[in-house]
């Protein structure tokens, strides 16, 4: 979500009725779904492993989580008015702002990638575009926010808590959150400046910040060794 919104920002957009079609409905797609629509995103589809919905006017996204959790986390029977029931395939080809990959790896590929309209593609699950597939999107001028840097709020959320299991601190709600944000907001910044700079995509702009930390880090150990 962080990224989504970074991105957005970069680009100069507005929240306001940007169209999302959310693939995957486990802990990721639910809440990254519930968090965008509570900054302005008009969540147009929903899918999970059994059943890909689609409503024009936006779902519900809060009403479709309270209805999953009770039904065996699927979202298999689920209605509202104007809700259509629509295909995988269908769902990947929308015409969409953003879509976000939230559930299995090498959902967008060779055969698949060249339907996909959406501008922005936002990484929730690990390895959802294949190489391929990135290359044709890259062609088709879609940026892709790569998994390495949409998923990692979680990464960093455990290390909170390593964190404070070491140090027997317990920190609220409000200064995580906090904490997460900043981070997560320079490591965009940080990547991004690079995709600027080199001319290169996010992927490859992550993979570049990551390596010169590496490096950095071991220049460092032998200074003080």
Known sequence: MLSALSTLEKLGLKTQDMTVAVQGFGNVGSMGAKLLQEQGFKIVALGDAFVSLYKKDGINVKAAIEYANNNKKSLRGYTEEDLQSISNKDLLALNVDILFLAALENQLRKNNANNVRAKIVVEGAN???????????ENKGIIIVPDILANAGGVVVSYFEWVQNGQSFMWDEQYVTTTL?????????DVWNVHIEKKVPLRMAAYMVALNRIVQA??????FH
Do not use: H
């Open 181 to 189: 944000k900043r981070i997560m907001k320079k490591a965009f910044t």
């Open 127 to 137: 390895g959802p575009t294949s190489k391929d597939a990135d290359k044709i999107l």
């Open 218 to 223: 071991k220049k460092l150990r032998c200074i």
